[in-house]
């Protein structure tokens, strides 16, 4: 089930990059933007089994002047052992509109999700793989008498979510205190089932970053991101290339406080 080398990882990106490639060099309509999110994670323990999934994301577009889209989730994590963890929770959205092809207007989602995350360890490479379900409730609106927008109910859709990370410690030997490492991911989003239009395929997310430990239980990271969307049409698509800043905090609620 686990990857065990570099070079499983290197052939699985690039299986996973792919469709991307071809969507794009077939593509008619292809909105090319530069995009700057900075996020916040965290997985606070809260006793052996159960800890706090937090997290924000603040997403600008065109670098940092306008906003993208403001996301914020919460889940509870089950740790079956140290290399498997299971998440439920819940998710709301606001996306904006942004860039070349925007939006009519700024709506809201609701979104509940599970996932599983597998961890494996070779040598200096920390593989992580990350399956994950979101059932999204999306607002619909529409322009009213006065040219402002009215609810008119909310379309359900159901998206699934592949990850492959991989994070290597340059200067140590593991991901400890002081670590300068580099972190790799590609993620691949699917739509199923019922309301799902011309884009089955929804997205690919291929990123790389520079990180550093400054905790045990604290990391940043800074980052590029390819981000490549399919809209419902099947023939709009947006390319938008991504600065991220993200911060790692996890505290441990089960430690007594002097």
């Not at 709301?92 to 070349?100: C, S």
């Not at 996932?115 to 040598?123: E, I, P």
């Not at 993620?187 to 905790?215: C, H, M, P, S, T």
């Amino acid at each position: 089930m686990f990857l065990k080398n570099k070079h499983a990882a290197l052939l699985l990106l690039i299986i996973l990059l792919s469709p991307t490639i071809t969507m794009a060099q077939n593509s008619r309509v292809v909105a090319n933007q530069w995009n700057g999110w900075a996020m916040y994670f965290g997985n606070h323990k809260l006793s052996k089994k159960f800890s706090l999934h937090t997290e924000y994301q603040w997403r600008r577009s065109d670098v940092v002047i306008n906003w993208q889209q403001s996301l914020t989730r919460i889940g509870l994590d089950y740790n079956v052992n140290d290399n498997v963890v299971t998440t439920a929770g819940y998710g709301f959205i606001t996306t904006y509109a942004y860039g070349e092809q925007p939006v009519a207007f700024t709506f809201n989602e609701h979104r509940v999700w599970e996932q599983l995350m597998l961890k494996n360890k070779s040598g200096r490479f920390n593989f992580i793989h990350r399956f994950r379900l979101e059932h999204r409730w999306l607002e619909q609106l529409k322009a009213g008498g006065d040219g402002n927008p009215v609810n008119n109910g909310y379309l359900y859709k159901n998206r699934a979510r592949y990850m492959f990370r991989v994070n290597i410690p340059l200067n140590k030997s593991s991901m400890e205190k002081g670590a300068l490492f580099i972190s790799l991911y590609d993620e691949v989003f699917v739509n199923f089932g019922k309301n799902v239009n011309l884009n089955i395929f929804d997205q690919n997310r291929a990123y790389a970053a520079l990180g550093y430990q400054i905790l045990k239980n604290a990391n940043i990271q800074l980052g590029y991101m390819n981000q490549f969307i399919q809209k419902s049409d099947g023939v709009h698509l947006e390319r938008n290339n991504t600065l991220q800043l993200a911060l790692t905090y996890n505290f441990d609620f089960t430690k007594k406080q002097k």
